[in-house]
């Protein structure tokens, strides 16, 4: 007799993680927003401006945990 | 039935330019954008090929929801005339919803002023509209747009005060961002604006 697998359980794009690592920032996944694009034509590349972003948000991490 | 793909999620940003209401314009685009909604403007092309008046009215029938601030009611100091754009506009889409086809009559609107029932003094014609007041200030402002499209919304969503917060850590990480573009704040487009706010969400949802 053929075994099943256990049905996949979870939160929507997290199925199979716990509750606890479905959630980042303290933000539960059902009250993350389906972001709208930005508008026109920025005056530097968008991966210039994702770098950028990226950098702060990982300044801002070493600040809160020095580990 | 849709007017444009994106229509329902379009906000137009009806609101003065100047240096004093940028922290309150820029306010307004965050709690646009953080609620899953798009914000559009004059602002957003620079193309002098195409009419302001042209411009404002594609804008305004591509977007089924409108912010209209009118508290800007003060004389100019060099005419000591005040500024209709403003109303103008506002009357713009109040016509789109009234004359224009099925799609167009969802339209639906907020009017933001300083203080309640000021405008009753010099617009009265809108008496019956949905208008709310920020005293200026730019977390009443974000507290009145947040809940407004909560109510137009069906998407969960974060409370105002999560808004809040979520727009002052912004505000604490844009001059380092702007370091890094070389440039000033007072510098950054509209395009600039929304394309470095939506990288800001984006990466503060992750």
Not at chain 1, 40 to 62: D, L, M, N, T, Y
Not at chain 2, 57 to 63: A, T
């Amino acid at each position: 007799m053929a075994v099943k697998s256990k049905p996949m359980v979870g939160y929507g794009n997290h199925k199979g993680k716990s509750r606890k690592s479905a959630k980042v920032n303290g933000l539960h996944p059902v009250l993350k927003v389906k972001l709208a694009k930005a508008v026109g034509k920025p005056s530097f590349p968008i991966k210039k401006i994702r770098e950028a972003v990226r950098a702060v948000f990982a300044a801002k991490q070493q600040v809160v945990s020095p580990k | 039935m849709q007017a444009v793909p994106g229509y329902d999620k379009n906000v137009f940003v009806n609101c003065p330019f100047d240096q004093e209401y940028a922290p309150l314009f820029h306010a307004i685009v965050f709690a646009v954008y953080s609620a899953g909604f798009k914000p559009r403007s004059a602002l957003e092309i620079a193309d002098s090929s195409e009419l302001r008046m042209e411009k404002i009215l594609r804008i305004i029938k591509e977007c089924r929801y409108s912010i209209h601030d009118i508290s800007r009611t003060e004389l100019s100091v060099v005419t000591q005339l005040p500024r209709f754009n403003m109303p103008f506009e506002l009357g713009l889409f109040i016509g789109a919803k009234a004359y224009g086809n099925t799609a167009q009559r969802l339209k639906r609107a907020i009017v933001l002023d300083r203080e309640p029932f000021r405008y009753q003094q010099y617009l009265s014609d809108i008496s019956g509209q949905d208008i709310e007041a920020h005293q200026g200030k730019v977390d009443q402002v974000i507290v009145r747009v947040r809940n407004w499209l909560k109510s137009l919304s069906k998407d969960h969503m974060t409370g105002a005060s999560h808004f809040i917060q979520k727009y002052h850590e912004f505000r604490t990480d844009l001059p380092e961002l702007c370091q890094k573009f070389k440039c000033l704040e007072s510098e950054l487009t509209f395009a600039d604006l929304t394309a470095i706010m939506t990288e800001w969400l984006t990466l503060y949802q992750q």
